[in-house]
């Protein structure tokens, strides 16, 4: 299976590396490096490239890559997959995933890769159990450790992958528990150039922070459970429960996780909750153009929109743009050609608006195309699907529990032709 | 396992090696001055600056370090090392210093020298092997996880020295009582395979052991190391095939992505087609039925179904579909490799109608990582040629955003022009010309290629496409015109006649189109097309053939060929390709008329003109499916080392029995209730006339016969195994009372028959109460199932509520209401329960001491001690017992005296063995005071005399016990047995098997005791059952009567375990039987007393024999 994993940054410095079976070359790397130079970008890499003995997996993550090597057939996605969660893992016990927090953990990360492969086949990926096998690093702990001189292994041996619900920890206690379950839905969608929708689709996932004594069971119902076209689960949810009476049981993990994600069919008409309103023009004789947006709500459910942030990628044929916004700040890169508008918060009465001129490149002929508008906002408390949580019901321990639920919308990829 | 080659008295770290010591400095000279130059920062180190600025040589610090007491420093120097090591730095020279660190107290310092360890023992061989004897101490560890650590480290290092260590390791962790250290030894076995090929097919013997291993944890590495190891064996599977099937749920998600690619393969070879029949008939029908709704389908796939039901049913084999649907709801899986891997299973594996569920799943992944896209939509693009109807409902979700990296617009792209047909053509064409707009040339680029494909493939749009390939033409980018062009000229070769327009627009461009793969193309199309523009054609060879010296080669030849198509010559052969010159003297020959060639030139305008076959554009994705999808091999379109072929459906399917195995497997029964089944067939076939076969010849009784009854509706063939998992709902608590259960089912099941009899007015029919019947059986078998699978189990517990009124739980209340007290009457249970009560009557001994352990071990909550017990339930019924001669008749002259082991504890001292001595008295006269004396026991033993017998009349026998401490050994005691006129020297020589007493325990106990116990202790041989000694009843009763020892319920059907107690040292004596295929079987004793496992083996498997 996978056979050695290099950490490369932004500048081709291999910076760790990691072998699970006889040690591989780091020149077999230079075929990475030819592939990198190849793509000119750093997304455009091939996941797989195959050199003359073995196979490169990549992925792309916190501009670091993730160079699996591989000798023989296995799916790639399994490899892709597990990479993707080792950065979760390094996210999960560090915070951020850089270059720096790696260098600076580098002891824990090699202790942390050491557990999750075995011979290259993965062995623990539950972050609960990585957990009790090597503890994260804290400031206090740190501290603690080079005054104590005690360690970051954990003393008592793990008994979690023996257990059989293996994401939970045995023993857990908190004196305040509680339980919140986050429900964050993402708007895809191509809005065309007169507003119209191309296609729309809803994702949304349900993530959660339980802290709670002991073995607790969980159910959760939904009001409108039929709206979940297409679900996935955390491996704790019971899925028969699920199929049968559209009920989500599981014995939660302890700690942040996440329960579930869906999809809401693509039949339901999806609610745009902010439309774009833009006159962009590239003169063909004089160099100057024209550019002109204003964003403003549309179906928000009476809820603000806020956290907007509208982003777009000009023409190589723009040299300048000079525009004055009717809030928020913008910042045009005359190197990137990426123009960005943090916009802010939507009054319904003062609609927010981006108005100036573009100066063109003498002597080049006008732009044929016109830039696409990519759109960021947040809308609190609603859950654009109208997905709604029914109740939360724990089973299993005695004390009362703490529970919340907290909506929110958010845009995925959303973008605006023009 | 014997130690021997290893000294591991002493630790490795304690003893200065004198290798260790010649070796460092030697690689300190070697490395030393070159690498230190990228440690600076060690240097730095403030507690070593010190020792680093007095001596020159790197690392002397660590290693002073590491030499220290203090654990503090050691972890530090280790956490140096290990940062070295990630950053590709070589620490080779450190590994003497490192590994004697290896039985090091502090954990985490272990476990680094462990990752160092595992990193550098390749390259330092003879140093690691310092290190193993650490390892094998902690494989004997009684705490399961250090003994996997041991493993997993020992086999990790690469030194061919230790594979027979390695080997013997894995062989006694394969049958380990963990299931994580079992896991450990399967990920061990790929390990060693790689180490050394040659152990092959040792290995496999262990793979095939751990594939019947039953736990989840076990099944995904197990699957891993055959995959590695023997991929080929696919007879290997056949009877775990439905064990996997069953668990797979429950497997972590690495597991489940292994498995689902094995059995896909496994499937390919075992069943037939689902679609044989249909092939020809679905393939104009399939997209009609995939464009309506999903019920329009199932309905078009069930008339089509009957329909061909007429000429050549087809019925899926259940083992089939049992795959297809254990693994459907593992594409709510949030790993998107165990979706990929479903996905892929239903593409190669299921009915053509059944396909549609993976779409929507593996839309989702889009919305994943770009990587995680990038594989999904390879795999969807060579999906959607074969089954374009499953991704046309998600045909937007492919349209693709400004943001997303072009290799995965390129992809989407070819997926939707996959997907493009004439009711969605007008939607993607315009799709396509917002794409011609963007600023990612390359996109554009292969959007026209997707234009030039849609039009060729449908026709209505042709000449739409056509028109605005042209309008391209005048784009302003080069690329854009280029690749334009050479789309045109394949679509003009389609329908040239029409077009001479385009074609003179075309010829204009040259004098602006500067790439060379456009010029040429433009250049080929006037040649071809030269009768439609006759004025134009010379104009532009003439153009060209100014320009000629200074063009592209494939633009030359296309010149040349322009010219000669034009019939027409130019002096072309000064130009320095040859190949080129080639060509243009070539045509001149047969172009222009010469006395030599004259025959040639009038085929010219044939050979040059001829109808040239229209280009077909395809998707570079056709038959991309010979792979296996989602293979790496599939991805790169080449076979990937280690590849395995998916094979073809077979023509004829194998035998489907195969798969059989003898109980059902998701059930663990004991060998008593398997006797039982045996039983109970004729109990069915005598009161309902129902055939037993069927049940016991498959496991899955309820589903077979639901899937012939309906092959395709995967609804309610589900349902069957979630009644099955229901009934395991409440079972687990259930282990003690099985033999109360037994017997109430008896009854219960005398009066379904009886109730049935009379007519099934108001009560359930007869066949729901003899189902339910079944599934009371079925739900005590589950009972026995081990506390590993109690996973399963959790999981299963919703059913219940969901389809809590059927007949299962109808049967459950009954019985419940059935009265306990129903053992009272043994008439009405003989029938079934005769091997349990009435026992074989020569050997009531043995056979009540049967009755008695298993009664113990249900009563076990009672916490019954066994001193207490046995008196009670051993029947003292002496004639049947073996008895030895004491004192011959002849030899006693009249006196004879015998004994036997009565098995019973002996009162007062529980370190004795109790003797029972029968003394009969053949003289004519009185024989008085008759006692032991003067006993010369050997050292340590001791005799507690019997009271001495005063008096015993001619003709009478008197019995009397004694107590002799053997001291655990088979020596025999001597003693004088005196009597008023006489003494005998007489002795009394144990049988190895009376030296023990039973001891109870569960079936866990028993494991963990035998981990215990392993190495030296243990004991194994190998025999052959005799025919008559095959029953479970036969082999039970021989070992029993071999040996004073109590049996111990036990989860595999071919699995015997016994145990005992030494009475003198209360050692543990272990005895476990496993019977292999046919008469093999093979016995293991694991006792710390190696003499007595010894002679005990040699004394069973001689019962065995008899």
Request: hydrophobic share 35%; aromatic share 6%.
């Amino acid at each position: 299976m996978i056979h050695s994993l290099f950490l490369i940054n932004a500048s081709g410095d291999i910076f760790l590396e990691k072998h699970w079976k006889s040690v591989v070359s780091r020149s077999v790397c230079d075929y990475f490096f030819e592939a990198q130079e190849r793509a000119s970008e750093a997304e455009n890499v091939p996941p797989v490239i195959p050199t003359p003995h073995h196979y490169l997996l990549s992925v792309y993550r916190h501009k670091i890559f993730f160079v699996a090597v591989i000798q023989s057939e296995v799916p790639p996605l399994f490899v892709i997959e597990f990479l993707h969660r080792v950065v979760d893992t390094f996210q999960d016990y560090f915070g951020v995933c850089s270059e720096v927090m790696i260098k600076d953990n580098v002891v824990v990360v090699y202790e942390v890769l050491e557990e999750m492969l075995d011979n290259g086949f993965p062995l623990a990926t539950e972050s609960n159990i990585l957990k009790e096998l090597i503890k994260p690093p804290t400031i206090l702990r740190t501290v603690v450790n080079t005054i104590t001189g005690s360690t970051n292994v954990g003393d008592q041996l793990p008994t979690g992958q023996l257990s059989v619900v293996p994401w939970r920890r045995t023993g857990v206690k908190y004196t305040n528990n509680e339980a919140y379950f986050d429900v964050i839905e993402e708007i895809d969608a191509i809005i065309d150039k007169s507003g119209s929708t191309i296609t729309a689709e809803i994702q949304g996932v349900i993530d959660a922070c339980v802290k709670l004594t002991g073995m607790p069971d969980l159910t959760l119902s939904f009001m409108n459970p039929r709206l979940l076209d297409d679900v996935s689960f955390h491996p704790c949810v019971r899925f028969k429960r699920w199929e049968s009476e559209r009920i989500l049981s599981f014995i939660p993990p302890d700690g942040n996780f996440r329960l579930l994600s869906y999809h809401v069919s693509a039949q339901n008409l999806v609610a745009i909750p902010v439309y774009v309103k833009h006159n962009i023009s590239f003169r063909d004789s004089s160099s100057l153009g024209r550019f002109e947006i204003t964003v403003g709500p549309k179906q928000t459910m009476g809820k603000t929109v806020e956290g907007v942030m509208v982003t777009s990628q000009m023409p190589k044929g723009v040299l300048n743009m000079t525009l004055t916004p009717s809030q928020g700040t913008h910042i045009f890169d005359p190197v990137t050609k990426l123009l960005s508008w943090d916009v802010g918060k939507i009054n319904p009465q003062k609609l927010p608006s981006l108005k100036g001129s573009v100066s063109l490149q003498a002597g080049t002929s006008k732009p044929d195309e016109n830039p696409t508008i990519n759109l960021q906002f947040k809308i609190q408390q609603l859950a654009i699907s109208g997905l709604k949580v029914n109740r939360l019901d724990m089973y299993g321990e005695k004390y009362k529990p703490f529970k919340g639920i907290k909506y929110m919308t958010k845009a995925g990829k959303f973008q605006v032709r023009t | 396992m014997t130690l021997t080659s290893v000294p591991a008295s002493q630790p490795a770290a304690s003893r200065p090696h004198p290798a260790a010591m010649a070796a460092s400095p030697a690689y300190g000279e070697e490395k030393g001055g070159s690498s230190s130059l990228g440690e600076p920062e060690y240097g730095h180190d403030p507690a070593s600056g010190g020792i680093f600025s007095s001596d020159y040589k790197r690392h002397d610090d660590l290693k002073e370090m590491l030499d220290s007491n203090k654990d503090s420093l050691k972890l530090e120097a280790m956490k140096r090392i290990v940062a070295m090591i990630a950053r590709g730095k070589n620490a080779s020279d450190l590994f003497p210093a490192v590994v004697k660190n290896v039985a090091c107290k502090n954990i985490e310092v272990k476990k680094l020298v462990y990752v160092y360890l595992v990193r550098y023992a390749e390259e330092q061989q003879d140093l690691a092997l310092l290190s193993i004897s650490t390892f094998q101490r902690g494989l004997k560890d009684p705490n399961q996880l250090i003994r996997a650590s041991a493993l997993r480290v020992l086999s990790s290092i690469r030194v061919p020295i230790i594979v027979p260590i390695m080997m013997l390791a894995i062989k006694e962790a394969a049958s380990d009582m963990s299931p994580y250290v079992r896991k450990t030894a399967a990920h061990a076995i790929p390990k060693l395979y790689s180490l050394d090929s040659d152990q092959k097919d040792q290995l496999i013997e262990v793979i095939e052991k751990l594939l019947a291993d039953k736990t989840t944890l076990v099944a995904g590495s197990v699957v891993m190391a055959f995959e590695e190891v023997c991929p080929e064996r696919i007879d290997l599977i056949h009877k775990n095939y439905r064990k996997l099937c069953n668990l797979l749920i429950d497997v972590e998600e690495w597991g489940q992505v292994v498995i689902i690619n094995m059995l896909t393969r496994y499937a390919r070879t075992q069943f037939l087609s689902p679609n044989q029949n249909q092939e020809s008939l679905l393939e104009e029908s399939a997209e009609k039925a995939f464009y309506g709704s999903e019920e329009e389908d199932a309905k078009d796939a069930k008339a089509e179904a009957a329909s061909l039901a007429k000429r050549k049913p087809y019925v899926m084999d259940p083992d089939h579909r049992l795959l297809l649907r254990n693994t459907k709801p593992l594409l709510q899986s949030r790993n998107a490799a165990v979706v990929m891997a479903v996905a892929q299973l239903y593409f190669h594996l299921a009915p053509k109608a059944e396909v549609g569920v993976i779409a929507k799943a593996l839309v989702r992944l889009l919305r994943s990582h770009s990587e995680v896209q990038y594989v999904v939509l390879q795999n969807v693009a060579t999906m959607s040629i074969k089954r374009r109807g499953m991704f046309e409902p998600y045909l937007k979700s492919f349209y693709i955003r400004s943001t997303d990296p072009t290799q995965i617009k390129i992809l989407k792209l070819e997926v939707l022009t996959n997907l493009a047909n004439e009711t969605n053509i007008s939607t993607i064409l315009r799709e396509f010309q917002t794409y011609i707009r963007s600023m990612d040339k390359d996109f554009v680029a292969a959007t026209i290629q997707a234009i030039g494909r849609c039009a060729t493939n449908i026709g209505k749009v042709r000449d739409t496409c056509l028109n605005g390939l042209v309008q391209l033409l005048s784009n302003r980018d080069e690329l854009v015109v280029a690749e334009s062009v050479v789309v045109i000229k394949k679509l003009l070769q389609m329908q040239p006649a029409q077009h001479s327009e385009i074609i003179k627009h075309m010829a204009k461009l040259t004098d602006n189109i500067q790439v060379p793969m456009a010029r040429a193309s433009i250049l080929w199309l006037i040649g071809e097309y030269c009768e439609h523009v006759p004025k134009i054609a010379p104009d532009v060879l003439r153009k060209m053939a100014k320009s000629f010296t200074n063009e592209e080669d494939i633009v030359k030849l296309q010149v040349i060929n322009l010219a000669a198509k034009l019939y027409l010559t130019n002096s072309k052969q000064y130009d320095q390709n040859y190949d080129i010159r080639d060509r243009a003297r070539f045509i001149r020959q047969l172009i222009v008329p010469t006395e030599k060639s004259g025959a040639l030139n009038k085929y010219a305008k044939k050979l040059f003109l001829a109808q040239k076959p229209a280009p077909i554009l395809e998707s570079s994705f056709k038959d991309r499916d010979h792979f296996q999808l989602g293979s790496l091999s599939h991805l790169l379109n080449a076979k990937a080392v280690g590849y395995q072929e998916l094979p073809d459906w077979p023509d004829e399917a194998p035998d489907p029995s195969v798969r059989n195995v003898e109980v059902p497997e998701w059930t663990k029964c004991t060998s008593r209730e398997k006797r039982k089944e045996k039983v109970e067939k004729p109990f069915y076939s005598d009161s309902e006339g129902e055939s037993g076969p069927t049940e016991s010849a498959d496991s899955e009784p309820e589903s077979v016969s639901k899937e012939s009854g309906s092959s395709s509706s995967l609804g309610s063939s589900s349902s069957g195994s979630e009644e099955e998992e229901e009934e395991e709902e409440g079972s687990s608590g259930e282990q003690s009372e099985d033999k109360e259960e037994e017997e109430k089912r008896t009854k219960r099941k005398k009066e379904g028959s009886r109730k049935a009899a009379p007519g099934s007015t108001g009560s359930p029919s007869e066949e729901e109460e003899e189902e339910g019947v079944k599934k009371a059986k079925k739900k005590a078998l589950q009972g026995k199932k081990s506390c590993a699978e109690t996973s399963s189990e959790e999981a299963s517990t919703s059913e219940s509520s969901s389809s809590g009124s059927d007949s299962g739980s109808e049967a459950e209340a009954k019985r419940r209401k059935a009265p306990p007290s129903s053992r009272a009457g043994p008439k009405e249970i003989s029938l079934l329960d005769l091997d349990d009560f009435t026992l074989a009557p020569p050997q009531p001994v043995p056979s009540s001491s049967i009755v008695s352990t298993s009664l113990v071990t249900d009563l076990e909550g009672l916490t019954l001690t066994d001193t207490s017990l046995a008196p009670a339930l051993l029947s003292p019924a002496f004639s049947t017992v073996r008895t030895y001669e004491l004192l011959h008749r002849m030899a006693g002259e009249g006196l004879s005296v015998e004994y036997c082991f009565s098995r019973q504890p002996f009162p007062g001292d529980p370190h004795m063995v109790a003797v029972q001595i029968q003394i009969s008295n053949n003289t004519d006269a009185e024989v008085k005071s008759l006692r032991v004396s003067e006993p010369k026991p050997l050292s340590g033993m001791r005799i507690q005399e019997f009271p001495e017998i005063e008096c015993l009349a001619p003709g009478d026998t008197a019995s009397v016990v004694m107590g002799i401490d053997f001291c655990d050994s088979t020596q025999a005691a001597n003693f004088q047995l005196r009597t008023h006129t006489r003494h005998f020297y007489v002795s009394i020589q144990p049988p190895v098997g009376e030296l023990m007493a039973p001891v109870f325990m569960s079936e866990n106990e028993f494991k963990k005791e035998q981990g215990k116990l392993t190495g030296m202790s243990e004991i194994t041989e190998k025999l052959t059952l005799p025919e008559k000694c095959q029953s479970d009843h036969a082999i039970v009763q021989q070992v029993t009567s071999a040996a004073n020892v109590g049996r111990v319920p036990c989860g595999a059907d071919n699995e015997y375990r016994f145990a005992a107690k030494t009475v003198t040292s209360g050692s543990l004596v272990l005895i476990t039987l496993e019977r292999r295929e046919g008469t093999a079987a093979q016995l293991t004793v694991n006792s710390e007393k190696m003499v007595i496992g010894t002679m005990l083996v040699k004394d069973i498997i001689q019962a065995l024999a008899q």
